[in-house]
C-alpha cells in the first residue's frame, strides 16, 4: 500500500529549528511533486512549500520565506523541511503530499496522496 509518513515535529523554543521529513512507500513519490501544508487549530489548510520532481521549489506564504526551506532525494524517496528561527505562529500540524508531476499546485485538493501529519509546537 502507497503511503506517505511524516517524522520530525515536536515542541521547540522560538527561534529554534526542527526537520522535518516525509518518507514514501513505493513509488509514491516518482515524477510528483510534493507539498508541505499546515493547519492550525481552528484554520484552514495552508500551503507552505512544494517541490517538483526536477526540484524546483514554491514557497506559500511570505511568513515562512527565508526561514523555512525545501528539499528532496529522489533516490531514497525523502522529501524534508527544514524550518528555522521558529515562531509561535508557526504551531501547526505538518502534512505532506504528492501530487501531479508536471508543476508544483498550492491547492490542497490537487494532491491526491496525504500522510497523517506531524505536531509542531513553537513555545514563546
Known amino acids: 500500500q502507497v503511503q506517505l509518513v511524516e517524522s520530525g515535529g515536536g515542541l521547540v523554543q522560538a527561534g529554534g529549528s526542527l526537520r522535518l521529513s516525509c518518507a514514501a512507500s513505493?513509488?509514491?513519490?516518482?515524477?510528483?511533486?510534493v507539498g508541505w501544508f499546515r493547519q492550525a487549530a481552528g484554520k484552514e489548510r495552508e500551503f507552505v512549500a512544494g517541490i517538483a520532481f526536477s526540484g524546483s521549489k514554491l514557497y506559500g506564504t511570505d511568513s515562512v520565506k527565508g526561514r523555512f526551506s525545501i528539499s528532496r532525494d529522489n533516490t531514497k524517496n525523502t522529501v524534508d523541511l527544514q524550518m528555522n528561527s521558529l515562531k509561535p505562529e508557526d504551531t501547526a500540524v505538518y502534512y505532506c503530499a504528492a501530487g501531479p508531476s508536471t508543476y508544483v499546485p498550492m491547492q490542497a485538493h490537487q494532491y491526491g496522496l496525504w500522510g497523517q501529519g506531524t505536531q509542531v509546537t513553537v513555545s514563546s
Open positions: 513505493g513509488r509514491a513519490f516518482s515524477g510528483r511533486a
